[in-house]
């Protein structure tokens, strides 16, 4: 889920300020769990965890990403 959400906020972000990037989400989590090959359930699971963490926060048809929302360097 994290790849998918990276490379959308990479392809279609638009920066709001230094630390937060908008990205328009319309996806339903049913739909994004197909798009990923994993259940709803499992999809919210891992919401909950990253909005949690004040990596993601989602409110209507947007989702912002935080500016320490990236995947580890390896």
Same mark, same amino acid.
């Not at 300020?17 to 709803?40: I, Q, T």
């Not at 499992?42 to 990403?65: G, H, Y």
């Given at each position: 889920?994290?790849?998918?959400?990276?490379?959308? /906020? %990479?392809?279609?972000? /638009? /920066?709001?300020?230094? &630390? /937060? +990037?908008? +990205? !328009?989400?319309?996806?339903?989590r049913? &739909?994004?769990? =197909?798009? +990923?090959?994993?259940? !709803? =359930?499992?999809?919210?699971?891992?919401? *909950? #965890?990253?909005i949690? =963490?004040?990596?993601? =926060?989602?409110? %209507?048809?947007?989702?912002?990403?935080? %500016?320490?929302?990236?995947? !580890? #360097? *390896?």
């Amino acid at each position: 889920i994290c790849n998918f959400l990276l490379r959308m /906020k %990479n392809t279609f972000g /638009k /920066k709001i300020d230094h &630390e /937060k +990037v908008l +990205v !328009p989400f319309y996806l339903r989590r049913s &739909e994004l769990g =197909e798009a +990923v090959n994993l259940r !709803p =359930e499992t999809v919210s699971r891992v919401f *909950s #965890k990253l909005i949690k =963490e004040s990596l993601i =926060e989602i409110s %209507n048809d947007q989702m912002i990403f935080c %500016n320490n929302f990236n995947l !580890p #360097k *390896s």
